[in-house]
Nanobody, 119 residues
Framework: QVQLVESGGGLVQPGGSLRLSCLTS????????MGWYHQAPGTERELIAS???????NYSDSVIGRFTISRGNARNTVHLQMTGLKSEDTAVYYC?????????????WGQGTQVTIAS
């Protein structure tokens, strides 16, 4: 069974930094896409950063220049380095893995980690 577990969330002051990690287990292959989403109360879950197995990276306009997504040394591990945090970054952050394995389209989510930006 594939599991994704996010960690690294917490409370930080505006302008501060956090590093989120997404560790996975149970997969026998490398995920095609891994991404970070965030969801604030009353809003839809939004993709903010993604990385492919080939290393292609994309960011949403709201985080570009402040957040950096990277793959860890362990297979299917991703990190999100967040700097210059703003109050509007307050949300639950989720990790997602997705892609195509043969004819099987897969999508896995972590349980989320809370990030709160406040003075």
């Amino acid at each position: 069974q594939v599991q994704l577990v996010e960690s690294g969330g917490g409370l930080v002051q505006p302008g501060g930094s956090l590093r989120l990690s997404c560790l996975t287990s149970g997969s026998k292959f490398m995920f095609d896409h891994m991404g970070w989403y965030h969801q604030a109360p009353g809003t839809e879950r939004e993709l903010i950063a993604s990385i492919t197995s080939g290393g292609s990276i994309n960011y949403s306009d709201s985080v570009i220049g402040r957040f950096t997504i990277s793959r860890g040394n362990a297979r299917n591990t991703v990190h999100l380095q967040m700097t210059g945090l703003k109050s509007e970054d307050t949300a639950v952050y989720y990790c997602k893995a997705s892609g195509l394995y043969g004819k099987y389209q897969y999508e896995y989510w972590g349980q989320g980690t809370q990030v709160t930006i406040a003075s």
